[in-house]
């Protein structure tokens, strides 16, 4: 089962922010924040990762609450190429790469 | 460079009819993933090689799936007796030795069981 939960859908206007919000309270001490999104009839792709600091790259900001037990997807300005579902995944420390998706958040980005 | 590529784009098959799946991953990547993804939910994994080798293959719902690598690089995931409850898309992903969860995905394989 995925170790994370996330809202089922979010909507986001055009040009702004879209905070994305991941729960992992059973996170474990080595184990990584990874986020993937899946555009409609795509495969998934992967965004960015964490263990505790913030994390930037040129798709989007990962924050890591202090106590590791949430994280914030941030899209700095949504565009509508941004519609996708986006999935928050604990890594299993183990490093063989498996990935347990769950159902992810349905980002709606709107006109 | 080119991505993952996934043979067929499309399949339909009759039930109990025997299929192949097969996966051309990034060159260079060792690590090569199979997922299968039903309508309305997220993938779900498969089985996982590293080389030639299945590393972890508990995804595998039952006897009738099996995947090979033999030369390290294409894999063919073959399904046995295809049965409805099979029809999904079928994903395959690589990834490089140093970052194993940063998988690169294809496009996906949509088998249709009738």
């Known amino acids: 089962d995925a170790k994370t939960t996330q809202p089922t859908s979010m909507d986001c206007a055009e040009g702004r922010a879209a905070n994305l919000p991941c729960n992992h309270s059973?996170?474990?001490?080595?184990?990584?924040v990874y986020w993937y999104r899946q555009i409609h009839s795509q495969g998934p792709q992967y965004i960015i990762h964490g263990l505790k600091n913030n994390e930037t790259n040129e798709m989007a900001s990962l924050i890591i609450t202090e106590d590791r037990k949430s994280s914030t997807l941030i899209l700095p300005h949504a565009t509508l190429r941004d519609t996708a579902v986006y999935y928050c995944i604990v890594t299993y420390s183990s490093n063989t790469g498996k990935l347990i998706f769950g159902q992810g958040t349905t980002l709606q980005v709107k006109p | 460079g080119a991505g993952v590529s996934q043979t067929p784009s499309n399949k339909v098959t009759e039930k109990g009819k025997y299929v192949e799946l097969r996966c051309d991953p990034i060159?260079?990547?060792?690590?090569l993933y199979w997922y299968r993804q039903s309508l309305g939910q997220g993938p779900e994994f498969l089985i996982y090689?590293?080389?030639?080798?299945?590393?972890?293959d508990s995804g595998l719902p039952n006897d009738r799936f099996f995947a090979v690598r033999p030369e390290g690089s294409v894999s063919t995931l073959k399904i046995q007796r295809t049965e409805r409850g099979d029809s999904a898309v079928y994903l395959c992903a690589s990834s490089s030795p140093t970052s194993a969860y940063e998988q690169y995905f294809g496009p996906g394989t949509r088998l249709t069981v009738t």
């Open positions: 060159s260079g990547h060792t690590a």
């Open positions: 059973t996170i474990s001490g080595n184990e990584y």
């Open positions: 090689f590293q080389g030639t080798g299945a590393a972890d």
